[in-house]
C-alpha cells in the first residue's frame, strides 16, 4: 500500500495501510489497500476470465461510502464503495455485482463518459461519477448546482446507463458466472436489497433517478435464470469466504472509531481476526505500546503473511521510527512480490531514511510499481524525489511530468514534460515519453495546483 494519507490532495499523515483520497465532490474518499484490492481481485477473476478480459489489465477501486453501489470509468477499473463490501451477506452477493459491472466493461457501455475518465485522476473520475449522477436526480428540480467539482463534465458526458444497458450487463454477467461455475443468487439478492430499500425510502422508481436504472423486468430476469440455473445452489468456497471475513474486518478497522472496534472485539476473543483488529485500532489511538505487541505475535503465528509485516512497518514508520520499519517493509515486499503497492511504500521508507545506500534501490522498485499503478500520483512524486537526489534532473522533471498527468494537472504536465525534452537526450525512451505526456495532457481539464520541481 502506499504510505501515506491525503485528504483534498494535502498530505495530513506519514503513513496508512489504508490510504484515503479525498475527491474534490462530496468529500468521497479513495481507499487503497493491498490486502483488499488483492483479495477483491482473487474472487472476480474468474469472472474477468470468463468475459475474455485480462485480469492484469483491471483495476479495483474502493471508495469510502457507507451507500450501496458500485461503477466502473475510464477504462478497465471497478470502483467499489465500503458500503457494498460492508453489506454483502456472502460472497456470492459482492460477486454478482462485480460480474454486473464487468458485463458493462465487455459491453464497452458508456464509451463517451470512459474517455473523459480515461484523462482524468482517479479522484477526479469519482468526482465525475458523483457530478453525473447529481445531474441526473437534480433534473427534477432544475438541477442547477448539482455540477459538484466536475464542472460541466457530467453534462457532456452523461454518464447515466440506459435500461438496455443494464439489462445487457445483467445477461452478461448470468453468464459470466454460469462459465466459471458460481450461482447468479447472490445478485438477485443484491437486487431485491436495493428494491426493498427504495420502497422504504418511499421513492418514486424513476429511472433517471438511478445511474443504474432498476426495474422489476430486470429483477424478474435474474430471477428466471437462478430458477432454472445449474449452478444456482453452488455455494461459495471456504476461500472466499474468508477472504470476505476479513476484508469486513480490515476495513471496519480502518474506518470506524477505534473505540467501537475495541468494544467489538474484546481482549478474550483471541481468533486472528480480532487481533487483527485490535492492533489496527491501537496504532490509530495511537497506542504503539499496545499494537506492537499484537502484530508481533500474529507475524510469530503467521510467517508467511505480508500484510502483517506490512502493518508493523507502517506502525514504525508513522511514529518516526524510519531504520526499524525497513526490516518489516522488506520482508512484506519478499512475501508479496507482485504488489506494486508494497513496492511503493518500501521505496518510501526508503527515501525518508535519507540513506544513499538504498536511493537506487527505490528508483528500481518505483519504476517497478508505476508500470501497473501510473494513475497513483504520488507513486511518481516519490521517484521524482529519488531522481533529483541522484542528480537525474531530467528523469525528476518527467517523473514531475507524469505525477501531472496523473493527477489531472495539464498545465503541470506539459510544462514539466517541456523541461524534461530539455534535459534527456533527444528521441531518448525518456524524451520520447516526455512528448507523450504533453500530448496526453492536452485532453485534460484545466485544473488548479502546482507540482514541486526536485532537484
Known amino acids: 500500500m502506499i504510505s501515506r494519507l491525503f485528504r483534498s490532495g494535502a498530505a495530513i499523515g506519514v503513513a496508512a495501510s489504508l490510504v484515503i483520497a479525498q475527491t474534490a465532490a462530496a468529500g468521497e474518499s479513495v481507499i487503497r489497500d493491498t490486502e483488499i484490492e488483492g483479495d477483491i481481485r482473487t474472487m472476480v477473476t474468474p469472472i474477468w476470465k470468463a468475459a475474455g478480459l485480462e485480469p492484469s489489465s483491471l483495476h479495483v477501486y474502493l471508495v469510502e461510502d457507507k451507500q450501496i453501489n458500485s461503477f466502473v470509468a475510464g477504462g478497465q477499473n471497478e470502483f467499489i464503495n465500503s458500503g457494498l463490501i460492508m453489506r454483502s451477506e456472502t460472497p456470492n452477493q459482492l460477486i454478482g455485482v462485480l460480474a454486473h459491472e464487468t458485463g458493462h466493461i465487455a459491453g464497452g457501455h458508456l464509451t463517451r463518459f470512459q474517455e473523459a475518465a480515461r484523462n482524468a485522476s482517479i479522484e477526479g473520475i469519482i468526482a465525475m461519477v458523483l457530478a453525473a449522477a447529481a445531474t441526473v436526480a437534480g433534473r427534477g428540480s432544475g438541477g442547477g448546482g448539482a455540477l459538484l467539482g466536475a464542472q460541466g463534465v457530467a453534462e457532456r458526458a452523461f454518464m447515466q446507463y440506459s435500461i438496455t444497458q443494464e439489462a445487457s450487463a445483467d445477461h452478461a454477467a448470468m453468464t459470466f458466472l454460469d462459465a466459471s461455475g458460481q450461482s447468479a443468487r447472490g445478485l438477485l439478492q443484491f437486487f431485491q436489497v436495493l428494491q426493498g430499500e427504495e420502497m422504504l425510502a418511499g421513492i418514486r422508481e424513476d429511472p433517471y433517478l438511478r445511474t443504474h436504472p432498476l426495474t422489476a423486468q430486470r429483477i424478474d430476469y435474474v430471477r428466471n435464470h437462478v430458477e432454472h440455473s445449474r449452478f444456482s445452489n453452488v455455494p461459495d468456497s471456504q476461500t472466499n469466504i474468508d477472504l470476505l471475513k476479513r476484508i469486513k474486518v480490515k ?114 522498485y518505483l519504476n517497478d510499481a508505476m508500470r501497473t499503478e501510473d494513475k497513483e500520483a504520488q507513486g511518481w512524486h516519490l521517484l521524482a524525489t529519488a531522481y533529483g537526489r541522484d542528480n537525474q534532473i531530467g528523469m525528476a522533471a518527467l517523473a514531475l511530468a507524469e505525477e501531472g498527468l496523473a493527477a489531472g494537472k495539464k498545465k503541470d504536465a506539459q510544462q514539466q514534460a517541456l523541461r524534461a525534452k530539455a534535459l534527456l537526450p533527444k528521441n531518448s525512451p525518456g524524451y520520447n515519453r516526455a512528448e507523450n505526456i504533453h500530448h496526453e495532457a492536452e485532453r485534460i481539464e484545466d485544473s488548479a495546483g502546482g507540482v514541486a520541481n526536485v532537484r
Open 251 to 364: 476495513l471496519d478497522a480502518f474506518v470506524s472509531p477505534p473505540s467501537s472496534i475495541l468494544a467489538a472485539y474484546p481482549e478474550k476473543d483471541q481468533s486472528v481476526l480480532a487481533r487483527y483488529a485490535r492492533a489496527i485500532a491501537y496504532y490509530r489511538i495511537p497506542k504503539l505500546d499496545k499494537a506492537l505487541p499484537i502484530i508481533d505475535g500474529l507475524i510469530r503465528d503467521y510467517p508467511n503473511d505480508p500484510y502483517y509485516r506490512e502493518l508493523k512497518g507502517q506502525m514504525l514508520f508513522e511514529n518516526g521510527r524510519i531504520a526499524e520499519a525497513v526490516q518489516p517493509y522488506e520482508e512484506a515486499v519478499r512475501l508479496a512480490p507482485a504488489a506494486p503497492l508494497l513496492r511503493i511504500s518500501l521505496a518510501q521508507v526508503y527515501i525518508e531514511s535519507n540513506d544513499p545506500k538504498v536511493n537506487k534501490r527505490a528508483i528500481a
